[in-house]
Structures are given as C-alpha cells and as structure tokens.
C-alpha cells in the first residue's frame, strides 16, 4: 500500500478548502454589503413614515427631514440635488403624495471591486388634505 493519500482524501481536502475560502469570501463582502443595504432600508422606511404622515405639512419641511435622516444614516448620495422628491396632489376627495428616493451607492470590497448598489423607489399615499 503505498503512502500518501488516495484520489478521494485528496479531493476532499481541496474541496474543503476551497469551499473555506468561497465563504470567507462572502462573509468578508458581507460585511460591506449588509450595512449599506440596512441603512438603505432604514431610509425607505422613514421615507414611507413621512408620507403616512404629510397631511398639513410642506414638502420642504420634509424633503429637510429626509436629507437630515440622510445625514444620520450616513448616506451622502440622497442629498445630492434630485435624490429626493416629493409632490403632493391635493383634491376635495383624498389626494396623494409620491416621494421618489432615487440615488446609488458604491461600496468598495477592498480595493478588488467595487459594487453599486442603487435605491429606485416610489412611495404613494393618501393625503387627507382639503377633504370636505
């Protein structure tokens, strides 16, 4: 019997390691990805708590309120100009308001590659202004 490991044991030990390394690999971008894509939501989240709430306030108040959360989330790329908008439609019956978060965020994965990773929403509610 000779020394050494069989055709099986060694293959085994490669896939083994190479599989150690496929998941350090993605628990490593992991760990870029995963707060970019949290902060991102929590935006989205005070973007929708805002419009459930915009009844008798102005658009500019909000758009300010938004950008300031911005700042909190540490999100720079929804205060460049147009990265946040925001229309009321008002009627006698219910009307609406659209806020649009558009913006993209790069997030660098060491210096290998960078990953953009954009936020294109729409968020519709009903306004219950001039209702009669």
């Known amino acids: 019997k000779a020394a050494g490991l069989s055709y099986i044991q060694l293959a085994g030990k490669i896939g083994c390691i190479v599989s150690l390394i496929i998941f350090g690999l993605a628990g490593a971008a992991g ?3 995963v707060p970019v894509y949290y902060s991102n939501n929590e935006m989205v989240d005070a973007a929708t708590r805002k419009a459930e709430a915009a ?6 108040d909000m758009i300010a309120e938004l950008k300031a959360e911005a ?11 147009g990265a946040i908008t925001m229309t009321k439609r008002a ?27 954009p936020v294109d929403k729409v968020i519709e509610k009903p306004l219950l202004e001039n209702v009669r």
């Open 31 to 33: 760990i870029k990805i």
């Open 71 to 81: 700042k909190r989330l540490e999100i720079p790329e929804a205060l460049a100009p």
């Open 55 to 60: 009844s008798g306030r102005t658009t500019e």
């Open 91 to 117: 009627s006698t019956e219910v009307g609406l308001i659209t806020i649009k978060l558009r913006f993209s965020r790069k997030v660098d994965l060491y210096g290998i590659t960078q990953v953009d990773i």
